[in-house]
């Protein structure tokens, strides 16, 4: 294995020959290097995508300003190299190093993966190919890095369990450095690397995989999950913080342009408002807010530190911040005449949301974005988004009021109980804000419309429900296709086969291990990128484990059915989401949980956390002690 010096100066041979250089040297402003003989404990950040992608990431940004702060702990960033890297690489025998020093992955204590999406699942096995690291846990030994996962997609952490060692299940904050304190406790010892598992699996909101093990019914679905150690939960409660810690402010600034070249500033976390497809808004709860002299304070630290010029206001539901029109103020009023680009990226379908936006300077340069979601009231109905056509229509009309001439419009298709004419609604609704745009603004007005495919998320109210088949996808957006169409009308939509690659992995088992060891022997990386992924890759790994697509994505399941992901407890209860799931079947409707609480399982799971974290930042309302104990129930 080269060192660190070796790497460097091989690096220098061929980074001349590869497309964006800058991706691979480090160095950017910010960066943080220490020496590594003066740290306990080494941590290597992997983001598996390329830098472009990964560099901006906020979960990435919180981890290495907040494990660096630690004088004992040193954390180094890693992303994946694009194809062209890769291909000099493994014909140098590079291996794969990190950006601050340039040692090999290998070297480091801790590789710690951010998984956000499922189809960065054959690009985790090809890092840790490249950094020479077993694939599987059970092949590691006492000298290998712990290779541990967190971010959505561990929410469903089987189809990963055989080559992730520990999962973290919900907010990783406080989690990573207990995880930091038992390995160098452990370190110290000199134990076997069983042992050090055995001490993780004790720190609440950590998942071992090797300590549980899967059994199968004879038509293929789950029986149980059995625990092959009673000194590990039966049941795995996610994470959260009672209040949200500081955001972090130094962000590293690009060597090149990436996808988001901006402070992002996490004003809230969690959601109130229940939309029964939406996995994040489900598995986020409860719902936290910053202070806006935080935040406002965050901003200018971040300004000082880093001169961007565009600052993103985050989380699922920008316009939910409780007090959103003062922050908006705030933040104008104490940044005017910096020439600053503010965005919301997140808002809902009102007029309220237009206001807000007509704040913000620059904001006019994207167009607006509405996210209906579905194009008639009977689906946002069942959906649970309930905005009528008529305040679509009004929010438009001030949007292209207030100057903006384009306005996009998302959708998603395959909603469960969906008919054609459904989706034909799409393309009416999509001309009749049209025809708001050029009565107001004439023939400047367009509509762009992205459309989508729906995936029954696990930890979701329609996890119970099948996901359309590709050939009915296809016809959905082939009528899409032929109606959507004229002047000013633009439409876009994703490969069907994409996203039931997607749901394929989100609604797995732990027998998809051998799926995704398969498809990556194949050639299969960067399922993210339409113009990357290999599908007849998966459908041979698939045929070969003996398993089916159909099985996991266009099956309806039992209403007392076992999943995969049971064990993994999002403290928002089974019952709940099976009763929101009727509750869609029947037209009823969930409002802002703010405001009236549903009994979704948060209160009764993190009772003594929010008694002892009193305050107006967690948005639960006052509930009392007997209606948490019977919502326990």
């Keep these: 294995m080269l060192n660190s010096q070796e790497i460097a100066l091989r690096l ?28 306990a404990t080494r941590v290597a950040l992997a983001f598996p995508d390329i830098y472009d992608i990964g560099l901006p990431n906020l979960g990435l940004a919180i981890f290495y300003e907040q494990l660096n702060a630690r004088q004992d702990v040193l ?13 000099h690489m493994r014909a140098e025998r590079i291996p794969l190093f990190s950006l601050e020093s340039q040692r090999p992955i290998i070297d480091f204590d801790i590789l710690a993966i951010t998984l956000p999406y499922e189809t960065l699942f054959t690009n985790t096995l090809n890092l840790l190919d490249l950094a020479g690291i077993p694939l599987k846990s059970s092949q590691r030994g006492a000298n290998h890095p712990l290779v541990i996962a967190g971010g959505h997609a561990c929410y469903n952490p089987e189809p990963m369990a055989d080559f992730i060692d520990a999962f973290v299940i919900g907010e990783g904050e406080e989690v990573i450095e207990e995880i930091v304190d038992t390995y160098q406790a452990w370190k110290r010892t000199g134990q ?67 996808v988001h070249n901006r402070i992002s500033v996490e004003i809230m976390r969690g959601c109130t408002r229940g939309c029964r497809f939406c996995h994040a808004g489900m598995i986020n709860r409860p719902v936290r807010e910053r202070s806006i002299d935080e ?42 005449g910096k020439n600053l680009v503010v965005s919301l990226p997140s808002l809902r379908i009102e007029s309220f949301s237009v206001d807000l936006m007509e704040k913000l300077k620059g904001s006019r340069q994207g167009g607006f974005t509405l996210a209906p979601e579905a194009a008639t009231e009977r689906m946002r109905t069942i959906i649970n988004k309930p905005i009528s056509t008529e305040q679509l229509l009004e929010t438009a ?4 009021s207030r100057g903006w001439p384009m306005i996009k419009l998302y959708f998603m298709i395959g909603h469960p109980d969906e008919t054609l004419e459904d989706v034909l609604a799409i393309t009416d609704l999509c001309k009749a804000v049209l025809a708001e745009g050029r009565r107001t603004i004439g023939g400047r007005a367009q509509v762009h419309a992205g ?33 959507l169409r004229g ?37 299969a990386k960067f399922d993210a990128w339409q113009d990357q992924v290999r599908h007849d890759a998966w459908q041979e790994a698939i045929a070969d484990a003996g398993l089916t697509m159909d099985f996991y994505v266009h099956r309806e399941r039992f209403i007392d059915e076992v999943f995969p992901w049971d064990h993994i407890n999002p403290a928002v209860k089974k019952s ?38 009193r305050g107006d930042y967690w948005k639960c309302p006052e509930v009392p002690a007997r209606k948490i104990a019977a919502q326990a129930k």
């Design 12 to 39: 220098e041979r061929i980074l001349p020959q590869v497309q964006k250089p800058g991706r691979y040297v480090g160095g950017e402003y910010n960066q943080i290097v220490k020496k590594w003989e003066a740290v």
């Design 75 to 87: 954390a180094e960033r890693v992303y994946c190299p694009w194809i062209d890297m890769e291909s």
């Design 192 to 258: 076997d690397r069983q042992s050090l598992l055995l001490a993780l699996a004790t720190i609440p909101g950590v998942y071992i995989p090797a300590f549980y093990k899967p059994h199968f019914q004879p038509d293929g679905t789950m029986e149980r999950i059995e625990r092959l150690d009673s000194n590990v939960p039966a049941s795995i409660t996610k994470r959260i913080l009672a209040k949200l810690p500081p955001a972090p402010s130094h962000f590293l600034v690009p060597n090149i342009e990436v």
């Design 295 to 336: 935040i406002v304070e965050t901003l200018q630290t971040a300004l000082d530190s880093t001169g961007f010029e565009e600052i993103a206001l985050l989380s699922l539901s920008s316009s939910d911040y409780t007090r959103i029109t003062d922050l908006v103020d705030a933040v104008t009023t104490r940044f005017a």
């Design 397 to 400: 009309r001030a949007i292209y």
């Design 451 to 483: 459309v989508s495919t729906f995936i029954p998320k696990p930890h979701t109210p329609f996890q119970w429900v099948s996901a359309d088949s590709i050939d009915q996808i296809e016809a959905k957006q082939a009528l899409l296709r032929r109606e």
């Design 487 to 523: 002047p000013n009308l633009k439409l876009n939509w994703t490969d069907p086969r994409d996203t039931m690659l997607e749901a394929f992995l989100s609604r797995g088992d732990r027998r998809l291990g051998s799926v995704i060891l398969g498809a990556w022997q194949r050639g």
């Design 576 to 613: 709940y989401l099976l009763e929101e799931y009727r509750n869609s079947q029947t037209g009823i409707l969930r409002g802002d949980c703010r405001q009236q609480c549903y009994a979704c399982g948060i209160l009764p799971t993190f009772t003594e956390l929010r008694r002892l974290n």
